[in-house]
């Protein structure tokens, strides 16, 4: 899709939402003098429909329509018959508003603006759902997911999609509503995969890809002036921020030099997208279609279950699929309600244990929306969340129903989704190394991990492996043996960045040749041709912000792009925290995990067992519910 469509498909969304506030009893000129006053007119139109006053709204955009039509503005004729389709709709005269939507939706697609075309027949099918006939409101519907998930296969750059995704979730809403009417969910399962899968699919599906080779020079070459650029001003960030009660002027360099690097981590992402864009092998990829629920069932164990959710205004969808079984289930709940009770439990003290730590309230909570109404249907041991938006912060494990945690009655895994399953078995291929990456406690300015550090070396000696530690925990050494390593282990600290996920890091020690920061653009030049499991170990997500604007905007976003870089660059499992814990809950855990993984037992089950058995100690669940494996849940 040509950038200019994509800038006037977006023009046209917050022209929905932006409008001025207008009253009945302002009444439009009849005859529009110039094409400024149309504009208004087509505005006062959009404010009408959208206040039910369909016989106002048709008096402005008639007359709106009558001046583009004579000056030949054909955009405009388009954009204004849309509306005058729904305004029409508004007093129940389909014939008049099914043509004027229809001519709409022509004359976008012919002339090639498909994503507002997709939008077109969004309305179309939301007129035919007022009208009750269903079949044709899913047609419609479908048919409008289906011309938005292609301009998103050719876009290829997510950062470029994210209009266009929220477009396929205003028409994902009713459409799952119509297959759960008819009971088609097999469909519902197959557009849930479509919404999620895409651009994750259309990565992994071809490997590790270098984004450099046949591109502009000049480009790479920015992007190495402004990572050098970069690396000064945290260097010099670093320096200043002990000093920053001493006086004014270093206060204020402090705020200098931080909005500098949010500006420059903003143009390095926009570069790096054009870097993206431009690449061949970028350019060449072919459409991956997502897993029927056929190959979904021959790929999954007879023993486990998917919940695969999908969050929308005012409801949480999720279908469940098991081998014998197929439904979904709608549940009615603003999403923000679920991101305040997870900012409460972000925020929890995670001290405290015993007995008062036991089934806390907002864990309750949790459970009663999320999967006290799909308890009926998860009848096996092993279950698979997919989560979606907001819910990628939700510690599952320790969700409970006040009696029984949810890691007690199941062996939990998380995938990104249902259709990465045929890839993941291609780690079971792999041939082996025997070589394992430990790397704790590295030297670095955001402090000590001294229980990082006792961690690594406990797990070094169960696997008779060199723990490097403090000075040694470089990022150099990282790139230099993770390549060749079955299992890599990084207890450190990381940050999600909520602002620029690509900007997602795990801290490591500093060196002549490497800053130390390991960030997520850095990882999709990675080759982990070995790896059968990668460790994230005292990584924190941002969720005490996920009621601010920003996060609402992408919620999860920054979570996925740490996790999925290590999946894309190879490892078929990523175990990572939601939480730095702090203390020695990490260490006890990971020794019990590993002791597991040696004794031939599958990746969940050994995190099962290790943190069932941290909860038998009296450990609080916020300190051992918040550790996530993502990807294959088998044995290594």
Same mark, same amino acid.
């Given at each position: 899709?040509?950038?200019?469509?994509?800038?006037?498909?977006?023009?046209?969304?917050l022209?929905?939402?932006l409008?001025?506030?207008?009253?009945?009893?302002?009444?439009?000129?009849?005859l529009?003098?110039?094409?400024?006053?149309?504009?208004?007119?087509?505005i006062?139109?959009?404010?009408?429909?959208?206040?039910?006053?369909?016989p106002?709204?048709l008096?402005?955009?008639?007359? &709106?329509?009558?001046?583009y039509?004579?000056?030949?503005?054909?955009?405009?004729?388009?954009?204004?018959?849309l509306?005058?389709?729904?305004?029409?709709?508004?007093?129940?005269?389909?014939?008049?508003?099914?043509?004027?939507?229809q *001519?709409?939706?022509?004359?976008?697609?012919?002339?090639?603006?498909l994503?507002?075309?997709?939008?077109?027949?969004?309305?179309?099918? #939301?007129?035919?759902?007022?009208?009750?006939?269903?079949?044709?409101?899913?047609?419609?519907?479908?048919?409008?997911?289906? +011309?938005?998930?292609?301009?998103?296969?050719?876009?290829?750059? %997510?950062? !470029?999609?994210?209009? @266009?995704?929220?477009?396929?979730?205003?028409?994902?809403?009713?459409?799952?509503?119509?297959?759960?009417?008819?009971?088609?969910?097999e469909?519902?399962?197959?557009?849930?995969?479509? $919404?999620?899968?895409?651009?994750?699919?259309?990565?992994?599906?071809?490997?590790?890809?270098? =984004?450099?080779?046949?591109?502009?020079? =000049?480009?790479?070459?920015?992007?190495?002036?402004?990572e050098?650029?970069?690396?000064? +001003?945290?260097?010099?960030?670093?320096?200043?921020?002990?000093?920053?009660?001493?006086?004014?002027?270093?206060?204020?360099?402090?705020?200098?030099?931080e909005?500098?690097?949010?500006?420059l981590?903003?143009?390095?992402?926009?570069?790096?997208?054009?870097l993206?864009?431009?690449?061949?092998?970028?350019?060449?990829?072919?459409?991956?279609s997502?897993s029927?629920?056929?190959e979904?069932?021959?790929?999954?164990?007879?023993?486990?279950?998917?919940?695969?959710?999908?969050?929308?205004?005012?409801?949480? =969808?999720?279908v469940?699929v098991?081998?014998?079984?197929?439904?979904?289930?709608?549940?009615?709940?603003?999403p923000?309600?679920?991101?305040?009770?997870?900012?409460?439990?972000?925020?929890?003290?995670?001290?405290?244990?015993?007995?008062?730590? $036991?089934?806390?309230?907002?864990?309750?909570?949790?459970?009663?929306t999320?999967?006290?109404? @799909?308890?009926?249907h998860?009848?096996?041991?092993?279950?698979?969340?997919?989560?979606?938006?907001?819910?990628?912060?939700? %510690?599952?494990? &320790?969700?409970?129903?006040?009696?029984?945690y949810?890691?007690?009655d199941?062996?939990?895994?998380?995938?990104?989704?249902?259709?990465?399953?045929?890839? @993941?078995?291609?780690?079971?291929?792999k041939?082996?190394?025997?070589?394992?990456?430990?790397?704790?406690?590295?030297?670095?300015?955001?402090?000590?991990l001294d229980g990082?550090?006792?961690?690594?070396?406990?797990? *070094?000696?169960?696997w008779?492996?060199?723990?490097?530690?403090?000075?040694?925990?470089?990022?150099?050494?990282?790139?230099?043996?993770? %390549?060749?390593?079955?299992?890599?282990?990084?207890?450190?600290?990381?940050? =999600?960045?909520?602002?620029?996920? @690509?900007?997602?890091?795990?801290? +490591?020690a500093?060196? %002549?040749?490497q800053?130390?920061?390991?960030?997520?653009?850095?990882l999709?030049?990675?080759n982990?041709?070995?790896? #059968?499991?990668?460790?994230?170990?005292?990584?924190?997500?941002?969720?005490?912000?996920?009621?601010?604007?920003?996060s609402?905007?992408?919620?999860?976003d920054?979570?996925?792009?740490?996790?999925?870089?290590?999946?894309f660059?190879?490892?078929?499992?990523?175990?990572?925290?939601l939480?730095a814990?702090?203390?020695?809950?990490?260490?006890?855990?990971?020794?019990?995990?590993y002791?597991?993984?040696?004794?031939?037992?599958?990746?969940?089950?050994?995190?099962?067992?290790?943190?069932?058995a !941290?909860?038998?100690q009296d450990?609080?669940?916020?300190?051992?519910?918040?550790?996530?494996?993502?990807?294959?849940?088998?044995?290594?």
């Open positions: 899709m040509k950038r200019r469509h994509f800038q006037l498909f977006i023009a046209s969304l022209s929905t939402t409008t001025p506030q207008l009253t009945a009893a302002q009444q439009p000129k009849p529009p003098a110039s094409r400024h006053a149309a504009y208004q007119l087509f006062q139109g959009q404010q009408y429909v959208q206040q039910g006053n369909a106002a709204a008096e402005c955009l008639e007359a &709106a329509l009558a001046f039509q004579q000056e030949g503005h054909a955009m405009s004729i388009a954009n204004t018959r509306w005058l389709g729904m305004a029409h709709g508004g007093l129940g005269n389909w014939p008049a508003a099914e043509a004027n939507i *001519a709409a939706i022509d004359w976008f697609l012919f002339n090639e603006y994503t507002l075309g997709s939008a077109g027949l969004r309305v179309a099918g #939301r007129m035919y759902e007022q009208r009750a006939d269903y079949p044709q409101a899913i047609a419609l519907y479908e048919q409008a997911l289906t +011309l938005a998930d292609e301009v998103i296969a050719g876009l290829k750059v %997510p950062t !470029l999609q994210a209009g @266009l995704r929220q477009l396929q979730d205003e028409i994902l809403k009713p459409l799952m509503g119509l297959y759960r009417r008819q009971q088609n969910f469909k519902a399962l197959e557009q849930v995969e479509k $919404a999620k899968a895409r651009a994750f699919l259309d990565q992994i599906a071809y490997g590790a890809i270098d =984004f450099q080779r046949g591109n502009s020079q =000049f480009i790479v070459e920015e992007l190495r002036s402004l050098q650029q970069l690396y000064t +001003l945290r260097q010099e960030l670093a320096n200043l921020k002990p000093r920053r009660l001493e006086s004014q002027a270093i206060a204020t360099r402090i705020g200098q030099v909005s500098e690097i949010d500006r981590n903003a143009e390095y992402a926009r570069r790096f997208e054009d993206q864009t431009q690449s061949p092998e970028i350019a060449n990829l072919q459409q991956v997502v029927t629920l056929a979904i069932r021959a790929d999954l164990e007879a023993e486990t279950t998917l919940i695969n959710y999908l969050v929308a205004d005012e409801m949480i =969808f999720a469940v098991s081998a014998t079984l197929l439904t979904a289930v709608a549940i009615p709940i603003v923000d309600e679920v991101a305040q009770t997870i900012v409460g439990i972000a925020s929890t003290n995670q001290g405290g244990n015993g007995a008062q730590a $036991a089934h806390p309230a907002p864990l309750r909570q949790l459970y009663q999320l999967i006290a109404p @799909l308890r009926e998860l009848q096996t041991p092993n279950l698979g969340i997919i989560p979606h938006s907001v819910l990628h912060y939700v %510690p599952f494990a &320790a969700l409970t129903d006040g009696e029984h949810l890691c007690e199941y062996t939990l895994f998380s995938l990104p989704s249902a259709s990465v399953l045929r890839f @993941l078995a291609r780690s079971h291929q041939q082996r190394t025997g070589e394992v990456l430990l790397m704790g406690n590295p030297t670095t300015r955001a402090g000590s990082a550090q006792v961690e690594v070396e406990a797990i *070094a000696a169960q008779n492996a060199t723990a490097y530690t403090e000075a040694q925990a470089t990022e150099a050494r990282f790139w230099q043996a993770a %390549p060749t390593a079955e299992i890599i282990h990084l207890a450190a600290h990381g940050k =999600f960045n909520l602002a620029q996920p @690509l900007f997602s890091v795990v801290h +490591l500093r060196s %002549p040749e800053d130390g920061d390991l960030e997520v653009h850095e999709y030049n990675l982990l041709d070995a790896a #059968r499991l990668v460790v994230l170990s005292a990584c924190e997500t941002q969720a005490t912000q996920l009621t601010s604007s920003e609402r905007q992408k919620p999860g920054e979570i996925v792009a740490l996790n999925r870089s290590f999946l660059a190879g490892s078929p499992t990523v175990l990572a925290t939480k814990v702090g203390d020695d809950t990490t260490q006890k855990l990971m020794v019990r995990f002791d597991q993984l040696q004794n031939g037992v599958s990746k969940a089950k050994a995190l099962q067992t290790a943190m069932l !941290l909860k038998e450990i609080s669940p916020y300190r051992w519910g918040i550790y996530v494996l993502t990807g294959d849940w088998r044995e290594l």
